[in-house]
């Protein structure tokens, strides 16, 4: 069946309206498309910082911070910007940072990691775990409760994410309480029936998933877990996770084993498919129902992971 069908009817129309984009000979474009319109809110501070990255370079962070006094013990999420490991900045997700502020009552750190293919792996990771380090050292700065401090991101965010919660476990690093990556890009190998099934040029397909993976892994040898997380032998020990995919995502089916070893692994996760959801559906078509709901349900899980019910906002999707 043609792809454009079997979309869900409330994302069809912005599916023709989205920019067809190809890697690796698109890059340059890509990063230098607009990013979205910001709706500020007056309860959320928003401010860059320098800290060190993992190369000894200096390395921004952007932090979204409740302003309603700051409470001792309050809750954290390292957030990661998603991009295919090779585009992307933290003020794209400028929205969706601050309702996660807003609404689970965190601070929210973002850092400007390194990208491929000037710096492929595990350079972006590294960058992501001295970010992780980094909000451990300054919780007494920012009243932080080390004990809740979450990691998430989507798409290549989501592949971080899943690496960092990988890596921590295994350096015995900083705990992390929840993690949530979003429709992860988990999977180099690229063979899995969604990999080949999704081809459509205005989306994440085949094509650019293939040139992406090339470049963030360079010319190495193996490729780690670390790098591809879905190679981990062990899941077990990783913390409660989060995730959710779009039917019509190329990330469907490894999202979905991933789940499947999570839950096999004893790891409490809970897991949602969007019938007709393309990949990053939610914030192609922002006002659609089910990107609505989608939003919600992701955002309601982060703020029950890290202590509380969740409370609806103005800058709560709708």
């Known amino acids: 069946m043609e792809f454009a069908k079997r979309v869900h009817p409330e994302l069809r129309e912005v599916l023709q309206q989205l920019p067809v984009f190809r890697l690796p000979d698109d890059l340059e474009k890509a990063r230098n498309n ?189 490729v780690s877990p670390y790098a591809a997380p879905i190679r981990a032998e062990n899941l077990a020990g990783l913390p409660p996770t989060y995730t959710c995919v779009g039917q019509l995502d190329p990330f469907r089916d490894e999202t979905i084993e991933y789940v499947m070893r999570l839950a096999q692994a004893g790891v409490d996760v809970e897991f949602h498919l969007y019938p007709g959801g393309y990949h990053a559906f939610e914030h192609a078509a922002p006002d659609a129902d089910i990107s609505i709901r989608t939003k919600r349900e992701y955002v309601r899980a982060l703020a029950e992971a890290l202590g509380g019910k969740g409370r609806e906002t103005t800058m709560m999707p709708k």
């Not at 928003?46 to 800290?51: E, K, P, Y």
């Open 34 to 222: 607009p990013q979205p319109p910001f709706n500020k809110s007056d309860r959320v501070s928003i401010r860059d910082c320098v800290i060190r990255g993992a190369a000894g370079q200096d390395m921004m962070i952007r932090i979204y911070e409740p302003a309603d006094g700051r409470d001792a013990g309050r809750p954290a999420l390292l957030w990661i910007h998603g991009g295919g490991y090779v585009m992307g900045h933290p003020g794209y997700d400028d929205n969706l940072c601050q309702t996660f502020a807003e609404s689970a009552g965190c601070i929210v750190f973002s850092p400007d990691y390194r990208l491929a293919p000037e710096h492929p792996f595990p350079a972006g990771l590294e960058d992501c775990y001295s970010a992780l380090v980094w909000i451990h050292e300054s919780a007494e700065q920012f009243g932080i409760d080390k004990s809740r401090v979450a990691i998430g991101g989507a798409s290549a965010g989501g592949g971080l994410t899943a690496a960092l919660a990988l890596l921590a476990r295994d350096r015995g690093g900083p705990p992390v309480c929840f993690q949530m990556p979003l429709y992860p890009m988990i999977d180099d190998r690229n063979v899995s029936p969604s990999s080949h099934e999704i081809t459509h040029p205005a989306v994440w397909n085949r094509q650019n998933n293939l040139a992406a993976w090339a470049m963030y892994l360079g010319n190495a040898a193996e």
